[in-house]
C-alpha cells in the first residue's frame, strides 16, 4: 500500500470502484468497496492523491477524503470520456479516470463545501416546482380542451378557466373532479413557491455580492442571488475563462491554418447561461438610439448582427462583468456613454 501515488474512484450510490497506479504509473490495486467500507480504507492509507469525477456526490466525498489528509481532485466528466478505452465499465471507467488525473494539464473543479451546497439547492428546489407548476396548468389546460373549454393565455385566462370548468353543469363529473384534483395541486405547488420566494428575497437582501450584481442591467435579485450562491469565482483565472466555463463562446474547429469558428459551446452551468442569455435579450429589446444608459458598444453591434447574436454577445460581456465584480467585490460601473 506504502507505493500507491494516486487513486481513481469511480463512485456510485453503494459500491465504489478504486483503481490505484504507483509512481511509474503501472496499475498497483483494482478493487471494489462498498460504501461502508470508504471511511475505513481511506482512514488507514497515508495522504495520497485521490481523484474522482466531479458531481454532486463526489464533493461530499471530496470534503471527507480532504478531512482524512487525502489530495483530492475532482475532474469534468468530459474530460475523463476520451481515455476509456473500449467497453464502458466500473472498472475501465476508473482507470480512464486515473489517466486523466495524470496528465499535466488537466483542468479540475473546486471541492464545494456543505454550505454551498446547501444554499443553491433553495434554488434548485424552486427550478424544479416552476416546472412542475408549468406541467400541471399545460395538463389542466389540455384536458380542459378536449372537452372544449378555452381561454386565454396568462394567470388571469387560466383563473376563467377554472371558474368556467367549475360552473359548467354539461360537463361530465369524473372530468370536473379531474380538472379539480389539479387545480388543488397548482394552488399547493404555488403556495410552496410563494414561501421560497420569501426566503430567495431574504437571501438577496442578506448577501452583498448578490445586491451589487442586482444593480447591473439585465441581472435581476433571481439572477444575482444565482451567480452569488452557486459560483466561486477565485477558481477562474479571468472573466474569459469564466464566459468559457459558462459556454458564453464559440465551439472551435479549426485545422490546416484555417480559423473556422461556430455557435456558442453551451458548457457548463445551463440554469446561469440561461439567465444571462434572458437578461441580455431584455437589455437588447430595450437598446434603441437616443435613450439613456444605452451602451453605445451594443447599438454599434445590432447595426451589423442580428438581435439574437447580439443578446448572447452582451451576455458573454456580463459574465466578465460578473467574475470582475465578484473577484474583486467592487460595485457596478456603468460604461460612458
Known amino acids: 500500500m506504502t507505493e500507491i501515488t494516486r487513486i481513481a474512484i469511480d463512485t456510485s450510490k453503494s459500491v465504489f470502484t478504486l483503481h490505484a497506479v504507483n509512481a511509474a504509473g503501472s496499475a498497483v490495486m483494482r478493487r471494489n468497496l462498498r460504501r461502508q467500507d470508504m471511511v475505513p480504507f481511506f ?47 466500473d472498472r475501465n471507467d476508473a482507470e480512464a479516470i486515473c489517466e486523466a488525473a495524470a496528465r499535466p494539464g488537466m483542468q479540475t473543479v473546486a471541492v464545494k463545501s456543505a454550505e454551498m451546497q446547501a444554499q443553491a439547492m433553495l434554488l434548485s428546489v424552486q427550478e424544479l416546482l416552476v416546472r412542475q407548476r408549468t406541467q400541471l396548468v399545460n395538463a389542466l389546460r389540455g384536458h380542459a380542451a378536449e372537452l372544449g373549454v378555452v ?7 387560466f383563473a376563467t378557466l377554472r371558474a368556467e370548468v367549475a360552473s359548467d353543469a354539461a360537463l361530465p363529473a369524473a372530468a370536473v373532479e379531474a380538472l379539480r384534483m389539479l387545480g388543488s395541486e397548482i394552488d399547493r405547488v404555488e403556495a410552496r413557491l410563494a414561501e421560497i420566494e420569501a426566503r430567495m428575497k431574504a437571501l438577496h437582501k442578506a448577501s452583498a455580492d448578490s445586491r451589487r450584481l442586482a444593480a ?6 433571481v439572477s444575482a442571488l444565482n451567480f452569488s450562491l452557486r459560483v466561486d469565482a477565485t477558481q477562474f483565472k479571468s472573466g474569459r475563462h469564466f464566459a468559457a466555463w459558462l459556454g458564453l463562446v464559440p465551439r472551435e474547429c479549426s485545422t490546416g491554418g484555417k480559423q473556422r469558428m461556430g455557435g456558442i459551446s453551451r458548457a457548463g452551468n445551463e440554469r446561469l447561461r440561461q439567465l444571462l442569455v434572458l437578461g441580455a435579450t431584455a437589455v437588447v429589446q430595450h437598446a434603441k438610439p437616443g435613450r439613456a444608459g444605452v451602451s453605445p458598444w451594443l447599438l454599434k453591434l445590432l447595426e451589423r448582427k442580428p438581435r439574437k447574436v447580439a443578446a448572447v454577445a452582451l451576455a458573454n460581456k456580463m459574465a466578465r462583468v460578473i467574475w470582475a465584480m465578484l473577484t474583486s467585490g467592487q460595485a457596478y460601473r456603468p460604461s460612458a456613454v
Not at 481515455?83 to 464502458?88: L, M, Q, S, Y
Not at 381561454?151 to 385566462?157: E, F, P
Open 43 to 89: 482512514e488507514k492509507l497515508p495522504a495520497v492523491e485521490v481523484a474522482m469525477e466531479a458531481c454532486g456526490g463526489s464533493h461530499y466525498w471530496g470534503r471527507v477524503l480532504q478531512a482524512m489528509g487525502h489530495r483530492v481532485r475532482l475532474i469534468p466528466a468530459q474530460y475523463v470520456k476520451p481515455f476509456v478505452k473500449r467497453a464502458k465499465n
Open 151 to 157: 381561454a386565454a393565455k396568462g394567470d388571469k385566462g
Open 216 to 221: 447591473m442591467p439585465g441581472v435581476g435579485p
